[in-house]
């Protein structure tokens, strides 16, 4: 009998280590209404803590991945992981705005962000050959359903218990996978003798020395060219549309609709499950279609559900709300694996480090949307207006899709790709 390639105990352990970060990811939806009653904080108050974790949560991406060339994927993830640990953990000590801030933002977006997505780039370039867009979208469906299947959990601790039981729980979470990571996970297949899973020889690598030195490189090097600002400014809509609107303020938005909070907490988790199934199949897509036509239909349908959200919201769970969730959850992050396809093929061997900085862009576009969703609602006493917007921009994105182009059509163009 053939025995499992390492590969596989590889990706679970990353799997495991992912959803453990992922729970503090779930947290600003349930702790945004507690944290107002209790300190009396704004909505746009505590969306700049929201908004200042999802910001370096995405400009660490691209120094994380060049980092793990440096120091190996082992360490960076491990010391990530207790990041998070510290940060979720110190916050339920808070009496200030600033300090959450300064923890809640700070502290655990770093950590979250030494982690992200480019953990899963990394790791599928390095250990798999055959099934990378799988994996992909395997360990993508992780963080992306650990957020949200946490949302249950957290919303009830938080209802019964104090929303400083919920800040616990996800730090013993992300502390409990620490000795699984250390312990289990390997840096490269060469590491241990081995090739990469569907590879015939091994791969020689460099030091990776200058990690920060190589991530500004590679990004002056990807800015010069028209397809990286297409990748990155459609995953920028892409992090507005999820984790900015939809992740931070669905359950607060709902909960004005008359919907208790550990409702929306669930239908969000419901998004969680099909996310799994979402992303996998796209996973499962980007190796055999076009990843720009798969960002097109993902992008315009996205687009076109945000487009008619405002109108769903009541104080129960109508049966219009479960087939909008359902369909978001099927499209939540399946962007991530045609992406970093397209970042792989337009940029060769800096495939996980351009991948970082689009990511970046993602979590930017994330920041931004958090704050001026949550200052909408402080003005308007409503959401809509952040919905419309967010629909449109989704439409911008499949029609910037479209444009990518994949491959050197002449002369002018070569030009413009070696800079």
């Not at 979590?363 to 409503?382: E, F, K, M, S």
Request: charged share 15%.
């Amino acid at each position: 009998m053939k025995s499992l390639h390492r590969a596989w105990i590889v990706a679970a352990v990353a799997f495991v280590a992912i959803i453990g970060a992922a729970g503090f990811r779930a947290t600003p939806g349930v702790m945004i209404t507690p944290l107002e009653d209790e300190f009396g904080w704004t909505r746009g108050t505590i969306s700049l803590a929201v908004s200042v974790n999802l910001m370096l949560y995405g400009l660490c991406a691209p120094f994380a991945a060049a980092l793990m060339d440096r120091f190996g994927m082992r360490r960076v993830v491990s010391c990530a992981l207790l990041l998070v640990a510290v940060g979720s953990g110190l916050t339920v000590l808070i009496t200030a705005s600033w300090q959450l801030v300064a923890l809640w933002g700070v502290l655990v977006g770093l950590g979250t962000g030494s982690m992200a997505l480019v953990f899963a780039a990394t790791l599928t370039d390095r250990w798999f050959v055959r099934h990378r867009g799988l994996v992909t979208g395997v360990l993508t469906a992780g963080g992306a359903t650990g957020q949200l299947v946490f949302l249950p959990v957290l919303a009830h601790l938080a209802e019964s218990q104090g929303w400083r039981w919920a800040s616990v729980t996800v730090a013993a979470a992300a502390l409990a996978v620490v000795p699984l990571v250390w312990f289990l996970l390997r840096d490269t297949p060469e590491e241990l003798g081995l090739t990469a899973l569907g590879a015939t020889e091994p791969v020689v690598r460099t030091s990776g020395r200058g990690a920060a030195a190589r991530a500004v490189r590679v990004l002056r090097d990807a800015a010069r060219t028209r397809r990286f600002w297409y990748l990155a400014l459609g995953f920028a809509i892409c992090g507005a549309s999820t984790n900015g609107l939809v992740g931070t303020h669905f359950i607060p938005a709902a909960h004005d609709h008359g919907m208790p909070e550990t409702t929306a907490a669930s239908l969000l988790a419901v998004i969680g499950v099909f996310d799994i199934a979402g992303t996998v199949f796209s996973g499962w897509l980007s190796d055999r279609v076009d990843p720009r036509l798969l960002l097109v239909v993902y992008y315009g349908l996205r687009g076109l559900s945000l487009l008619v959200l405002p109108q769903l919201f009541a104080a129960t769970a109508e049966p219009s709300m479960l087939v909008f969730i359902v369909f978001y959850g099927l499209d939540w992050v399946a962007t991530v694996p045609p992406t970093v396809a397209l970042c792989r093929k337009i940029f060769g061997a800096d495939g996980a480090v351009v991948f970082g900085w689009v990511f970046a862009s993602h979590q930017v576009g994330a920041a931004v949307v958090a704050t001026v969703a949550g200052l909408t609602r402080d003005h308007l006493g409503n959401y809509d207006l952040a919905w419309y917007g967010s629909g449109a921009l989704c439409l911008l994105a499949a029609l910037m899709s479209s444009r990518i182009v994949t491959r050197v059509r002449d002369r002018r163009d070569a030009a413009i790709l070696v800079g």
